[in-house]
């Protein structure tokens, strides 16, 4: 069964930063490219990043361009995002996606749930002050 646990939101001031993982299991994680979207109260699905299944391709979005930092262990089956110079405009359930499939993935701002295979339950950032 495939499973992906996200973890290490919460509430932080404007400016701060958090680290988010997702732990998975279930599928060969090294096989798979991996994606971060996000889900704003109101809103609809964003596209955050993508990695490649071995790390060698990084693609974000504009809005968060320069301030976040997408990454993976292959050996500890795990995804991260660093989000840093946070902003009350990223409070959103953040949510780590596997791609559908081993040969293909998406990585722009037209990506939707449809696009992704697996998802997790989602970890909820809040940016306030």
């Known amino acids: 069964e495939v499973q992906l646990v996200e973890s290490g939101g919460g509430l932080v001031q404007p400016g701060g930063s958090l680290r988010l993982s997702c732990a998975a299991s279930?599928?060969?994680?090294?096989?798979?490219?991996m994606s971060w979207v996000r889900r704003a109260p109101g809103k609809e699905l964003e596209w955050v990043s993508t990695?490649?299944?071995?790390?060698?391709?990084?693609y974000a979005a504009d809005s968060v361009k320069g301030r976040v930092t997408i990454s993976r262990d292959n050996a500890k089956k795990t995804l991260y995002l660093q989000l840093d110079s946070l902003k009350t405009e990223d409070t959103a359930m953040y949510y780590c996606?596997?791609?559908?499939?081993?040969?293909?993935?998406?990585?722009?701002?037209?990506?939707?749930?449809?696009?992704?295979?697996?998802w997790g339950q989602g970890t909820q950032v809040t940016v306030s002050s």
């Open positions: 996606a596997r791609a559908k499939n081993t040969y293909d993935y998406c990585s722009g701002s037209w990506c939707s749930w449809a696009d992704f295979g697996y």
């Open positions: 279930g599928f060969i994680f090294s096989n798979y490219a």
């Open positions: 990695i490649s299944r071995s790390g060698d391709n990084i």
